[in-house]
Structures are given as structure tokens and as C-alpha cells.
């Protein structure tokens, strides 16, 4: 443990931010596995479901969680089963 006062701050403030960032990146996982588990099961509700995790994923990206293009091919690949299955 530091014993600075402005690196104890600094403890804090990263343990904060970690546990914002965690819970983020943790709803996105939740919102496409959602998504696939509805298009899997032919739900009603897929559309709505695949807004949900394109924002997810649009958030996580502008965060810096995930690299943009990672989040671009996210989105590809769940619109690609989204048109598969309507």
C-alpha cells in the first residue's frame, strides 16, 4: 500500500474505474450471448435484442474496452444471423 497521499488516490480512482469498466464489459457479453440465445430459439424479440448489443458493443468500443474494429466485426457477424434467420 502506498503511503503518498496522491498514490493512494490514485488506488483508489483505478479500483473504482476497473470495477465501471468490468461491469461494462460484462453487459456486453451478457447482451450478445442474449442475442444469439434468442436467434437460436427462433424468439420474437430478436431485434430489439440486436440493439441492445450493437449498443453494448458501441459503448465498450468508444470506452477503449474493446478495439473498434473488434466491435465492427461483433456487429457483422450478429447482423449476418439476425438477416439469417428473418
Do not use: C, W
Not at 493512494?8 to 470495477?19: D, L, Q, W
Not at 470506452?63 to 457483422?76: D, E
Amino acid at each position: 500500500m502506498p503511503n503518498i497521499k496522491s498514490a493512494i488516490k490514485r488506488v483508489n480512482i483505478n479500483e473504482s474505474k476497473n470495477a465501471q469498466n468490468t461491469a461494462v464489459k460484462s453487459a456486453m457479453r451478457t447482451a450478445v450471448k442474449k442475442f444469439e440465445v434468442a436467434v437460436d430459439a427462433n424468439a420474437e424479440d430478436t431485434k430489439e435484442l440486436y440493439k441492445n448489443a450493437v449498443k453494448h458493443l458501441d459503448k465498450a468500443a468508444t470506452k477503449g474496452l474493446i478495439h473498434k474494429n473488434t466491435a465492427n466485426r461483433q456487429k457483422a457477424r450478429l447482423s449476418k444471423k439476425l438477416s439469417q434467420t428473418s
